[in-house]
């Protein structure tokens, strides 16, 4: 089913983009470390799944405040894109920032995070919740004030002996891992594009399965 909300989403050379209509902003953050230290890490999933929807658009990240920063337009919609410079545990910095520059609703900001409460691949929307311990998602409640804001929660599983879930997030994929991981972060990348053009809730009546 997703496939056919891919072929959309590649296939559009829509006026959006080449008129001067207003579009409505969302802001995409993919969270992450920066470094290669942390490159092919769970830790960093978020980052993968927005380097994926720059790849699709041909549009590049580049350094900014708090923040590598690009966009596209699709169908109406800006898409702003970010991967914080903060580091995991000031995630809310950048994310604040750019909502304010950007003048985004707080119904429009999507974050993209790795969650080891769901199965390897398993992805799911959630619209509001507490931070469920991730340093990252904790930073970013903080700054908004509240957790009414949508996630895009990406499995990495719990796969981790007792004490050693830090080395666990901050691992590289297996080789099993790595050999299913591009089909799932497409499912994700489409997520993403879902939530801002077909709404939140036929996104999670559609792919929360």
């Known amino acids: ?39 092919n890490t769970r830790h960093n999933i978020g980052f993968d799944v927005v380097d994926l929807l720059a790849e699709q658009r041909e549009v590049n990240f580049n350094l900014d405040r708090h923040a590598f920063y690009t966009h596209f337009k699709f169908k109406g919609r800006t898409f702003h894109m970010i991967k914080p410079t903060t580091y995991m545990n000031l995630s809310g910095k950048a994310l604040k920032h750019w909502q304010t520059k950007l003048k985004v609703k707080q119904e429009n900001i999507l974050v993209v995070v790795d969650d080891i409460a769901l199965p390897f691949g398993k992805i799911r929307l959630k619209l509001k919740g507490s931070a469920g311990g991730h340093n990252g998602l904790k930073d970013i409640e903080a700054k908004l004030g509240n957790q009414q804001y949508a996630r895009l929660r990406f499995g990495i599983g719990d796969n981790y002996r007792k004490g050693q879930q830090v080395q666990y997030v901050l691992g590289q994929w297996t080789s099993k891992e790595n050999e299913e991981l591009p089909i799932f972060c497409e499912k994700a990348a489409e997520m993403v594009i879902a939530f801002a053009t077909i709404g939140a809730q036929r996104t999670m009546s559609q792919y929360n399965k």
């Open 1 to 39: 089913m997703f496939n056919i909300l891919r072929k959309l989403f590649l296939a559009d050379t829509t006026s959006s983009e080449t008129q001067n209509e207003p579009t409505v902003n969302y802001l995409i953050v993919g969270l992450g470390n920066i470094g290669k230290d942390y490159e």
